[in-house]
């Protein structure tokens, strides 16, 4: 069971992350907030790359290690540029993906300046189009306040709430995902393990092509023999419910991901289920969309993914049967099952490739009995 000392200091590592007002390709207070919270913590180390990725390292030399372990997670939501103002209200283009029978009319929205946490005013939408179902743009009434040409909107939702064990916010995917590796690194701080590397990978415009992993890859940032993990919040499923755990992933949509490597995830949760039966997880096909693993696996990278069973996923609400914009939702127990599979992961060190090579070593076990067995029990002459 975990402590709830440690779940309270990470449901606060989660309220600070999921505070920063996000949009695609505008993501300057997710990762001030990430700088600020490394610079506290001195055995972190930080490194950008020419594209706006983050990358914080576990210890101080980890960002030199030839085999870290990767957390990747991206930093924007889809939400709206404020392309012009005219006549109090806001002309808009959405980046992201929305089907567009939910954005309705007079949905709330907050408008923003780039790098300021504040809302410089507030709004509501009039009008959405879009192409194949998505919302491509939206006019929008300035009701208070004003709408700055140059800056973003999201829709006018708590940044976090806790209420019935669910953790609600206007924005789970993915800043959930990016405050999980938080708090590994910060566990990792606090402990100061030997013999581990991990990295936190920070990445950009996730939501509209793995803008910030493909430019990763590209420029050569993340060693070829690391072990890559995507940390997304993923739509709910019927057979990927919340509340029964933290799923490990063996796919998506696009592609499945390295056999080995999800295979040492399921054997990281069997482990600690053995010494906390209150540990839960679930091993899932997760293919209502793509995610950042897939991009890895293309590349020729080792790489798999967790995710968090999403309620409201781009914040896509229904009441009853109505189409409408409400705050996305995670369990808080589920977000605790990730951050303590992978502080298991990040603490194996050398270890790891003993879980990627579990199954293997079972199956040539009972290789071995059943070479004994078959010779000892031949068929009859028949």
């Known amino acids: 069971m975990t402590n709830s000392n440690d779940l309270d200091r990470w449901l606060g590592i989660a309220s600070g992350l999921l505070s920063c ?6 993501e300057e207070l997710p990762v001030r907030h990430i700088l600020n919270f490394a610079a506290e913590r001195p ?8 594209y706006g990725n983050l990358y914080v390292g576990y210890p101080a030399t980890a960002l030199k290690h030839r085999s870290p372990l990767v957390l990747v997670a991206h930093l924007d939501h889809p939400g709206f540029w404020i392309e012009r103002v005219e006549n109090g209200r806001a002309h808009l283009r959405f980046r992201g993906g929305v089907g567009l029978e939910y954005p309705v009319a007079g949905s709330k929205l ?26 491509e743009r939206g006019t929008a009434k300035v009701a208070a306040g004003v709408a700055k040409p140059g800056g973003f909107a999201m829709w006018d939702f708590p940044a976090f709430a806790l209420r019935g064990g669910k953790i609600y916010s206007r924005c789970c995917d993915d800043l959930l995902g990016a405050a999980a590796a938080l708090c590994v690194l910060d566990e990792l701080h606090r402990a100061k393990p030997k013999d581990c590397a991990v990295w ?16 990763a890859i590209r420029a050569r940032q993340v060693p070829r023999e690391a072990r890559v993990l995507s940390l997304e919040c993923s ?5 990927a419910p919340q509340g029964a755990g933290v799923i490990v992933r ?18 990281a949760c069997l482990r600690i289920k053995k010494g906390d039966p209150d540990f839960r997880f679930q091993r899932r096909l997760m293919d209502g969309g793509t995610c950042e693993a897939t991009a890895f696996c293309s590349a020729g990278y ?3 993914g967790l995710a968090l069973p999403l309620g409201n996923y781009h914040n896509q609400a229904l009441a009853g049967t109505r189409k409408k914009m409400g705050p996305e939702f995670v369990d808080a127990k589920d977000f605790a099952a990730e951050v303590k599979l992978l502080l298991e992961l990040a603490h194996a060190g050398r270890g790891f490739a003993n879980l990627e090579a579990a199954t293997a070593k079972r199956l040539a076990g009972l290789a071995q009995s059943a070479a004994r067995e078959c010779r000892e029990v031949p068929l009859l002459d028949a």
């Not at 739509?235 to 057979?239: Q, S």
């Open 250 to 267: 063996v796919g998506d949509a696009a592609s499945l991901f390295d056999a080995k490597l999800t295979e040492a995830l399921r054997q």
């Open 21 to 26: 007002p996000t949009a695609t390709l505008m």
């Open 110 to 135: 907050r408008f923003y300046e780039r790098g300021v946490a504040k809302p410089t005013g507030r709004g509501a939408l009039v009008s959405a189009e879009g192409a194949n179902d998505r919302i």
């Open 43 to 50: 055995s972190l180390r930080v490194r950008r790359d020419a």
């Open 235 to 239: 739509k709910a499923l019927p057979h």
């Open 302 to 304: 080792r790489s798999s």
């Open 200 to 215: 936190g990978l920070f990445t950009r415009a996730e939501e509209v092509g793995f803008y910030g992993a493909l430019m």
